[in-house]
T-cell receptor, first 120, second 113 residues
C-alpha cells in the first residue's frame, strides 16, 4: 500500500486566517481525495484532485473556501480559507488503492494520518 | 443517493469474545464495493476488510469476517477473539466505482480486559 504523509499534523489557528495542509505520497497517483471529519462525526468528501485539472468539489464545498492544488502526481495541498470555529475538524487525504495493488485493491482508499485543526 | 447507516453508536466486548458490528446501506446499483475501516485514537484510518458486491462468498481477514447480505443490503463485521488493540471507531463505507467513499456514522468499540 501507499505511504502517505500530511503536514502539519495539528494546528491551532485564529478565526479569519487560512491554513494550507500538505499531502505527500511515496508513489505517483492519478487521483487524490480530501475528506473532512468534524468532531465526533464521520468522514465527508470535500473534493477529488486530479493532476493537471481543476479539483472536483462535492455539494456544500466551494473552491473559494477550500482551494486545492495538485502540482504533480505525488503531492497536493488543501487550504482552509477565512477560518471560523466551525472549520475545526480533522482533514484527511487519501489515494485510490487500485493504483498500488492492482485489481484486487480497486475502489478502496488509503489514508494519510490526518491534520487536526482547531480554530479559536 | 447512496447512504450508509450504522445503528450502533457504541459497542462493548470482553477480551477474547466475539462481537458483531452492523451496517446497512441503500443503493440502486448492482455492482459496488463495501469496506470496513478502523480509526483508533491516533486517528489513522486503517482498512480492515473489503467485499465486492458481485462475490457471494463473505470476505475474511484473520479474526475479521463479514456477513454480506446483498438482498437485504446488510454488511456486518464480526471480530473474533477480540483484543485490546481492537478498541477503535469502526466505519462502514461504500463505493459505487465513482471514486467517492460514502461512510456510515461509525461505531465506537470498547474492549474490556
Amino acid at each position: 500500500s501507499a505511504v502517505i504523509s500530511q503536514k502539519p499534523s495539528r494546528d491551532i489557528c485564529q478565526r479569519g486566517t487560512s491554513l494550507t495542509i500538505q499531502c505527500q505520497v511515496d508513489s505517483q497517483v492519478t487521483m487524490m481525495f480530501w475528506y473532512r471529519q468534524q468532531p465526533g462525526q464521520s468522514l465527508t468528501l470535500i473534493a477529488t484532485a486530479n493532476q493537471g485539472s481543476e479539483a472536483t468539489y462535492e455539494s456544500g464545498f466551494v473552491i473559494d473556501k477550500f482551494p486545492i492544488s495538485r502540482p504533480n502526481l505525488t503531492f497536493s495541498t488543501l487550504t482552509v480559507s477565512n477560518m471560523s470555529p466551525e472549520d475545526s475538524s480533522i482533514y484527511l487525504c487519501s489515494v485510490e488503492g487500485g493504483e498500488f495493488g492492482g485489481s484486487t485493491s480497486v475502489y478502496e482508499q488509503y489514508f494519510g494520518p490526518g491534520t487536526r485543526l482547531t480554530v479559536t | 443517493a447512496q447512504t450508509v447507516t450504522q445503528s450502533q453508536p457504541e459497542m462493548s466486548v470482553q477480551e477474547a469474545e466475539t462481537v458483531t458490528l452492523s451496517c446497512t446501506y441503500d443503493t440502486s446499483e448492482s455492482d459496488y464495493y463495501l469496506f470496513w475501516y478502523k480509526q483508533p485514537p491516533s486517528r489513522q484510518m486503517i482498512l480492515v476488510i473489503r467485499q465486492e458486491a458481485y462475490k457471494q462468498q463473505n470476505a475474511t481477514e484473520n479474526r475479521f469476517s463479514v456477513n454480506f447480505q446483498k438482498a437485504a443490503k446488510s454488511f456486518s463485521l464480526k471480530i473474533s477473539d477480540s483484543q485490546l488493540g481492537d478498541a477503535a471507531m469502526y466505519f462502514c463505507a461504500y463505493n459505487n466505482q465513482g471514486g467517492k467513499l460514502i461512510f456510515g456514522q461509525g461505531t465506537e468499540l470498547s474492549v474490556k480486559p
